[in-house]
């Protein structure tokens, strides 16, 4: 804890544990509640935020966030991580079986992680 308090969180041992967020984009498919509370702690760790939604957010929301709304192709190729913050039903149940097949092709950086946070169930 003292080590994070010092601003040495990163480590100093030899090899490098783990990626660097810092200068990272992250791409936020999703960005309700969850997405925008994952953005503010992005933000922590200089990370670029940039976001798909169904509905584009407030320039009030965008600016507290500093998120960049962005189309969904540009999303999956320019994002680091990707974080998918999205209600699990028939809906986006169909868009993420159509949407496994760009992440494997040649529209998403080779490099990129996927971290899924918030697939729940929902009635809708």
Request: proline letters at 3%; charged letters at 20%.
């Amino acid at each position: 804890m003292a080590s994070l308090r010092r601003g040495e969180w990163r480590g100093k041992t030899l090899p490098a544990l783990g990626h660097d967020p810092q200068s990272k984009i992250l791409g936020i498919l999703g960005m309700g509640g969850i997405g925008r509370n994952v953005a503010q702690k992005a933000l922590a760790f200089g990370m670029t935020i940039r976001y798909h939604n169904r509905t584009r957010l407030s320039e009030s929301v965008e600016r507290e966030c500093a998120a960049e709304y962005v189309s969904f192709d540009r999303l999956l190729a320019e994002s680091d991580v990707l974080s998918l913050n999205l209600p699990l039903n028939v809906k986006c149940l169909s868009a993420l079986l159509l949407f496994g097949k760009p992440l494997t092709g040649r529209h998403a950086k080779c490099s990129q992680l996927l971290v899924t946070l918030s697939l729940r169930r929902s009635s809708a």
